[in-house]
């Protein structure tokens, strides 16, 4: 995998993905929000801003406020890959993110997604 590609391609392009994945599940998009906002510790506002932007998805990792300490418990396979295996950090981040919304696409209940907490 390319991940220079995933990289660069524009936060503006996969928010709407992932809320749309989400929808078709019975979800809501203010879920998909509360998952961003544990991982990364941006602020709601600051997603949406971000998704009306022309920043990249690798931007939006590399300047998180705050990293969850708990993402580390995040296990399991994206895209074939399991994601605590993943060397490159900011590509596990993603896929991280990837796994989250998979969860939450699944039925699975916040409280299990956030790993026991919330974000608020």
Known sequence: ?????VYGMRFSK???????????????????TEIIT???????EE???AAASPLTYGDFFRNA?????NRK?????VCGVRVETIA?????????????????AKGK??????RGSTAK
């Open 1 to 5: 995998m390319n991940h220079e590609k």
């Open 14 to 32: 996969i928010y709407p993905l992932l809320v749309a994945k989400a929808k078709k599940k019975g979800r809501t998009p203010e879920e998909v």
């Open 38 to 44: 544990w991982l990364t510790g941006y602020a709601a």
């Open 47 to 49: 997603i949406e801003k």
């Open 65 to 69: 406020p705050r990293l969850n300490p």
């Open 73 to 77: 418990q995040i296990t399991g396979v």
């Open 88 to 104: 490159e950090p900011l590509m596990r981040e993603i896929r991280y993110l990837d796994k989250l919304i998979d969860e939450l």
């Open 109 to 114: 209940t916040m409280e299990k997604i956030l």
